[in-house]
């Protein structure tokens, strides 16, 4: 059999760009010996703080950008409009009950970890009621009624955690502060890359934000760019 030897050389030359120029961070990944997605940043839920994982992901990212002085990178901030929103409204009920009680919540504290004392069912019960404009007695008759085979520390700790979970819902978050949220991860990432990672800031580009659909942790969106 014959080969044209130019029309290899030109389909596996094709390969390559069309390679490069569809996973360029899979390119970069090869070039420090490493299979993680490089394009990817994840946010614990509600979170602006970059944990250890992915900052020594950004530190390789760092690295194989260091033999690619040419390429410059584009930081596209994201949120989940429901859990981030989920989690800033636990963050608004948690300053009001610290306040009310005269201790610190801690600001990720939601219904299923709330710590239980007399003082924080009185301070619940007190943001409840003034909220939504309820009984919170009511609430509790409503749940022992649908959960009769509950026990009585049952019934009140599904009860507190009820009464903060219908409080939470009603804390208002505002689409300027999702935004908000987005910029500042995106402000997290530059922020280790310049600074920790020592990428040069002329380099690195934070562009508008965007929001995802749910999941278990918020990705933020990496791109690179040729200039």
């Known amino acids: 059999p014959s080969f044209n030897v130019g029309e290899i050389v030109l389909k596996s030359l094709t390969n390559i760009i069309l390679k490069a120029a569809t996973s360029p961070f ?3 990944a090869s070039l420090v010996d490493t299979t993680e997605e490089l394009d990817k940043v994840s946010f614990a839920i ?8 992915e900052q020594s992901k950004l530190d390789t990212l760092a690295e194989a950008l260091a033999q690619r002085p040419q390429l410059k990178l584009n930081i596209k ?4 409009v429901n859990e981030d929103k989920k ?3 636990n963050r608004a ?8 009680i005269g201790s610190v919540i801690k600001p990720d504290t939601n219904a299923a970890d709330l710590p239980v ?18 009984k919170a007695d009511a609430l509790r008759n409503a749940i022992a009624a649908q959960q009769p085979a509950l026990a009585k520390t049952e019934l009140e700790q599904v009860w507190l955690r009820s009464l903060y979970t219908e ?3 009603l804390q208002e978050v505002t689409d300027k502060q999702l935004r908000k949220l987005a910029k500042s991860r995106a402000d997290a990432i530059k922020t280790h890359l310049r600074d920790v990672s020592k990428v040069d800031a002329g380099r690195i580009f934070v562009l508008s934000h965007q929001s995802n659909v749910p999941s278990e942790s918020t990705q933020t969106t990496l791109t690179l760019v040729v200039k």
């Open 26 to 28: 899979t390119l970069l």
């Open 46 to 53: 509600g979170s602006t703080v970059l944990e250890q994982t």
């Open 77 to 80: 901030g994201s949120y989940d």
């Open 87 to 89: 989690a800033l409204q």
């Open 93 to 100: 009920i948690n300053t009001k009950l610290s306040q009310s």
């Open 117 to 134: 004392s007399t003082g924080m069912s009185n301070a619940l019960i007190a943001l409840y009621e003034l909220e939504t404009k309820g």
């Open 167 to 169: 409080t939470s819902k």
